[in-house]
């Protein structure tokens, strides 16, 4: 006989957990079931172990979708002050890094068992480490859902896809939710990586793999986005938090626009230089770092060793705009290893905005990363399972 449940949450990471608690508070019996053997393992080694578990600033406007206004109604449901509160009353010290980002001044691991301590009060019972084999409609008249897995037969009125993305295989990811939103008949929109590092052909960034390890603050922009932030060199290309927003933005063939002297001038300052003997690239060391300014002066130029005095008012307001706009064609990214989260997901035309279920499948929920809602970096993407997997818990 297969164990009956009211609801069964198929992956136990933010999302799933957040969706397990507010069901259970109801008084519905929940089960939450996971592949892993280790619980909420991208919580864990999310904001370099201190798990940046929300923004304080979030809006719709912090987040990309084929359908971008989804995301209100579970944003506003459910806002950042509300998982804070969570945060507080489990005497979880914390501290923003910047721009609203919150970060945890112990580990991930706090938030983890904040999570676990909330599902155990709410009667939330787990099934983990556990595959599922299949799934399917209990009944076309009854409703409800029969679950094959490797610890034997489930049933359920509710059925909650939490399973995330496919960003950082290594630790789980896997496509189980898109499957499963494809056997339904619900549409998922392309997928591809998104928060990750963008990779260079050799001859476009030639000279400048040496720097690997330099960081600049600029304003970078591709594709109708723009973020002002540190731009890290790499051994292949290029990374850091500007980079890693943008590549949300960035398609294949596409150039990214790098403002090396964002709030500067370039023109007033260099023509304000042009009877100085110093080295052009000498005189970039006053906004960029020394090797980074004498491999771009290099590169561009082709003329390091003249004197600025030496180049011509039109020369010099040429290398202003190249300043405001160094433009670089990505050869590709870095893929799903290194991505932050997935882009795309479960079409959110298919879904309630509500309660995040699917219209052509009652009973059926998609929450988390593996709904086409994308948060920019700095905690968006946490706040985003918080809201969507409360709005799913309200409703199962």
């Not at 059925?159 to 995330?164: D, Y």
């Not at 496509?175 to 998104?194: C, D, H, M, S």
């Not at 990779?199 to 960034?205: D, S």
Request: aromatic share 8%.
């Amino acid at each position: 006989m297969a164990v009956k449940k009211n609801v069964v949450v198929i992956g136990a990471g933010a999302a799933g957990m957040m969706c397990a608690i507010e069901a259970g508070k109801r008084g519905r019996s929940v089960l939450l079931l996971d592949h892993a053997s280790r619980l909420g393992e991208k919580i864990r080694i999310s904001g370099g172990g201190r798990c940046n578990f929300t923004n304080r600033y979030t809006t719709p406007e912090n987040f990309l979708s084929h359908n971008p206004h989804f995301c209100r109604s579970a944003l506003a449901r459910f806002p950042p002050q509300q998982f804070i509160a969570l945060v507080e009353k489990h005497r979880i010290h914390y501290h923003e890094k910047k721009l609203g980002q919150l970060f945890c001044d112990g580990r991930s691991q706090q938030v983890i068992d904040l999570l676990r301590h909330e599902c155990d009060k709410a009667g939330v019972q787990w099934q983990m480490p556990s595959r599922v084999n299949g799934v399917d409609l209990a009944s076309a008249s009854t409703g409800g859902f029969t679950l094959d897995t490797d610890r034997g037969a489930l049933s359920a009125d509710a059925l909650v896809i939490a399973t995330g993305g496919l960003s950082i295989p290594q630790i789980g990811a896997s496509a189980f939710g898109y499957r499963i939103a494809e056997q339904f008949g619900i549409n998922v929109t392309p997928l591809r990586p998104a928060l990750v590092p963008l990779i260079f052909a050799p001859e476009q960034l030639a000279g400048f793999s040496k720097l690997a390890g330099v960081t600049l603050d600029a304003e970078v922009n591709c594709n109708g986005g723009r973020f002002r932030d540190n731009v890290l060199i790499t051994h292949r290309g290029l990374s850091g938090p500007a980079i890693l927003q943008v590549s949300s933005c960035w398609r294949p063939g596409l150039p990214i626009h790098i403002d090396l002297l964002p709030g500067v001038d370039a023109v007033d300052w260099l023509l304000g230089h042009k009877h100085d003997p110093m080295l052009l690239s000498n005189l970039l060391t006053q906004h960029l770092p020394r090797r980074f300014a004498q491999t771009w002066a290099d590169a561009i130029t082709g003329n390091p060793g003249l004197p600025v005095k030496h180049h011509s008012d039109k020369t010099l307001k040429q290398i202003a705009a190249q300043l405001h706009d160094w433009r670089v064609t990505p050869d590709g990214d870095a893929g799903y290893r290194k991505a932050e989260v997935t882009l795309g997901g479960v079409d959110t035309r298919e879904l309630s905005s509500r309660t995040m279920e699917a219209k052509k499948v009652p009973g059926l929920y998609f929450i988390g990363e593996v709904v086409d809602v994308t948060g920019h970096l700095g905690g968006f993407n946490f706040q985003w399972a918080w809201a969507s997997g409360y709005a799913a818990g309200q409703s199962v």
